[in-house]
Structure formats: C-alpha cells, structure tokens
C-alpha cells in the first residue's frame, strides 16, 4: 500500500489544532508548518508529530506549498487546521493508497457552523487536496490559491470537515480578508460598482439560500447564506474604492 503525508498549515488554532491531527493520526506522515502562533497550536501539534516547523507568512500558495515540498509520502493531503477528515473520507483514502487510476483528488468540503453541517456550502468541484506528491502544486497566490495537476482528476464524495468559524466575532474578523481578494481582482484590472456590489450580493444569497438549499438548514443555512452575500458585497466595494485610487495617482 502506498504512504500519505499530511501537511498542516496553522496560526493561531489552538482550538482546532487537535480535532485536525486526531482525524488524521492513522497517517505515515504528518508535517505542521505554523506561521508565529502565540497560542498552544505548537504544543498541540508536537503532541502527534515531531515535523512541526515555525515559518514566516508569504500567503496561502507558498505556504501550502511549503508544507507539500516537505512531504516524504507517496501521496499528500493539504489541510488548514481548521479542517476535519471524516470516517468515510479516511477510508475512500485509504482504498485510494490501494490503487487509484487518479492522481489528484476532489473532495466534499461542508462547512460545519453551530454544530451543523451545511451541505449548501458544497462546491460542485470540490476541495482538491488530495495528490500523488509530484504531481500536483499550489499557486504563489496570497489567498485563493490554485490547484495545478499534471494528470488526472477524480472526486471522493466524502466530507472534509471544516470549521471555519469559533463564533459570530470571528466571522467579523475574517470579512478583513474581502480586502485581500479586492485587491487581487483589481490588479487584474476588474471593474466594480455599488449597483454591482449590490448585485452580486444578491446573487450569492439567492445561490447559497434557494438554489443550494440553505433555505433548509434552518438559521444556519440563513446566516451563512447572509455572511457570503455580506462577503462579496464588501469585496466589490472595496475594488471600486482602489479603481478610484489607482485613476488618482494615474492622473
């Protein structure tokens, strides 16, 4: 059977750190790259393995990528450690270090909040995470980081847990990161508007709420459903605000 490497990357994750590592302890290999945590993340990680390594923050791609050029195994699995391996998904793994005619994967990536997990929040593409080490890479970029495969593709239906959020401040927190995709998409040179802003929000309330079924995943469907819509308002805004900008100095 062939080896698996997991690669963690983490900052600050004390309260996830050890439901991360415990869903993936049955593996040969587990490598914990963190960023300057000021909390136990560390501690915790040592606990399971000894490959755990302080780096500095270059963004998600290099890092991940970091973590994957660590890897020894035969095959890797790149998580953040807010990420959750569930029983069905440890076993389509482990049949796929059997044999597999793939050589990355697609997974379901359900974002589980207030102790529910949301099916709407599934892509149709899946979380790719999963890879024959060598033949797949991550992205230099900071955030929304791509996936590069040089062969072929398969999907697992099984979920990769992900607890993306402690509670309603840290959803707060992480609507600063808008401003990060804001600028990436205007230094693609993407055009944006309030009528635009607005429009999009609406759109990805009606996508996650009517047509991904939110509507029946009671509150919590409603407040994710709300806090994506929330998202990508704030993100259209903001690359209007840096067109602005950058016309200023361009004059």
């Avoid at 035969?74 to 482990?94: G, H, T």
């Avoid at 802003?197 to 079924?213: E, N, P, Q, S």
Wanted: glycine share 6%.
């Amino acid at each position: 059977m062939a080896t698996l490497s997991v690669c963690v990357i983490a900052f600050n994750e004390e309260h996830n750190m050890k439901g991360c590592l415990e869903s993936v302890k049955w593996a040969d290999e587990i490598i914990v790259l963190d960023s300057g945590s000021t909390d136990k993340t560390c501690e915790i990680a040592r606990q399971y393995t000894e490959l755990v390594e302080v780096v500095d923050w270059p963004g998600y791609g290099v890092q991940k990528q970091r973590s994957v050029d660590r890897a020894t195994c035969d095959w890797v699995l790149s998580l953040d450690a807010d990420e959750r391996v569930s029983e069905q998904l440890k076993k389509a793994i482990q049949e796929v270090l059997v044999q597999s005619e793939y050589d990355a994967y697609g997974v379901d990536w359900p974002l589980v909040f207030n102790d529910r997990v949301l099916r709407s929040t599934v892509s149709s593409k899946g979380r790719l995470c999963f890879f024959r080490r060598g033949k797949a890479s991550f992205s230099s970029d900071k955030v929304h980081e791509k996936f590069n495969c040089t062969g072929k593709v398969g999907y697992i239906k099984a979920p990769l847990y992900h607890y993306s959020f402690r509670d309603s401040m840290h959803m707060v927190e992480k609507l600063q990161h808008t401003a990060e995709v804001a600028k990436i998409r205007c230094d693609r040179n993407v055009k944006s508007s309030v009528s635009k802003a607005v429009f999009r929000a609406i759109l990805m309330f009606l996508k996650f709420y009517i047509l991904k079924g939110g509507i029946f995943e009671r509150k919590e469907g409603f407040i994710m459903a709300m806090y994506f819509s929330t998202c990508y308002y704030y993100m259209f805004l903001h690359v209007m605000f840096l067109n602005q900008q950058k016309n200023v100095k361009g004059s």
